[in-house]
């Protein structure tokens, strides 16, 4: 199992031995290729994806046929569609890795095995979505309330080598703008 993954879930609840021997034995790993795509729309979101190394993206596709980057994650980060996850119903989403990358995913049903064992996994779980709630409601709230440019800036601290790891037109997909127009706000910007 990863220490990286056990670190993280230290910082909320602390995991004694029992906990990571049963974490370990529920972890699947998958290595997978830059490009290759994990997660399909129409399927059910059953998991949850930990982020060893690598990154990858969340995306749908629009009416037009054009991928609308929602999501991206990279080392350290634990993600899921929680509506499709919750609700058992097929998720809008795709999810596809931006470089090679390792991946750890749980499954729904050993997930829940872990929360009927030992109440902390339930706080973990608590803990965890909260967090979870908040980055989506900041991020919703920067979409709403931020122009491109601030916008732009604000992803460039927040992942300071997101330019050199993602491809720019993936970018612009995410910040909802077209590739030119995020020329545009660099070219504006780096000349401030």
Known sequence: MTERLLEI???YVHL???MKVDLGKVLIKKTILGGECLFQANQIFSFVVFVEEGGVYYYKVDQQG???VVHFAFEGDLFTDLE???TETDTGFYLKALETSVIYILEKRDLEELLDK???WERLMRLLMQDAFI???NERKDMGTLSNA???QKLAETYPDLFQRVPLYLIASYLNVTPEGLSKIRR???HK
């Open 135 to 137: 980055r989506v409601m």
């Open 118 to 120: 030992d109440m902390r």
């Open 150 to 152: 601030a916008h732009y």
């Open 16 to 18: 004694d031995d029992q």
């Open 9 to 11: 879930l230290n910082e």
């Open 66 to 68: 054009k991928e609308r």
């Open 188 to 190: 504006r910007l780096s």
């Open 84 to 86: 499709s996850y919750v």
